[in-house]
């Protein structure tokens, strides 16, 4: 005989697998395990909390309403940072004229001198990665603040490892140039 697992104990594929069978409560389990994460990722990237809370609704929208397509044994957080990456990307492609406009606002009212701490340290990558072409940040973002694997940014992005690999390398490059004006 065998016993069911409790939700709380299921891998996130096994529940995907259950909500792609209509499991209402499974999927509630996907939502409750990774909805606050998938906000902070969306509220870091745009920079608007309201904004974060739409993209997240609509990231579990999509997911919802293609659950019964999820692929058995994919991945599932991958899936999930695809889509996220996805909105993200066509936000930015239906916004760059005004996010341009608002960047060089930005660091005209910010250009001031600043003393050396954590704090002034953390806004000013901050700041950076805001200035970031969005390519770069979102892999970085993907990357170091949601850590996934260099192959799960890879699958996400639809792009090489080697091209991830050598993006990363090339945005923490620019970090740390950036950054040497506070050392």
């Not at 065998?2 to 104990?9: D, F, N, Q, T, V």
């Not at 745009?46 to 659950?67: K, N, P, Q, W």
């Not at 850590?147 to 945005?171: C, D, F, W, Y």
Request: charged share 30%; with cysteine; glycine share 2%.
């Amino acid at each position: 005989m065998r016993i069911p697992l409790r939700l709380s104990a299921m891998s996130d594929e096994q529940l995907m697998h259950m909500a792609a069978l209509n499991s209402e409560r499974a999927f509630e389990e996907l939502y409750n395990r990774h909805a606050r994460r998938l906000q902070g990722f969306f509220n870091r990237r745009l920079g608007d909390a309201e904004l974060a809370a739409d993209f997240t609704h609509d990231t579990f929208l999509r997911i919802y309403a293609a659950r019964e397509s999820y692929q058995k044994g994919k991945n599932f957080r991958a899936w999930l940072y695809t889509i996220a990456y996805n909105l993200c990307k066509n936000h930015y492609r239906n916004q760059l004229s005004m996010v341009y406009e608002q960047e060089e606002d930005v660091r005209d009212d910010h250009n001031i001198e600043i003393e050396m701490d954590d704090a002034i340290l953390r806004e000013a990558l901050r700041k950076i990665l805001r200035e970031l072409p969005q390519p770069l940040a979102l892999l970085f973002s993907l990357h170091y603040e949601e850590e996934l694997t260099v192959p799960q940014v890879a699958q996400i992005t639809n792009l090489p490892e080697g091209t991830v690999k050598s993006r990363l390398h090339k945005t923490m490059t620019i970090i740390k140039n950036k950054l040497k004006q506070y050392g």
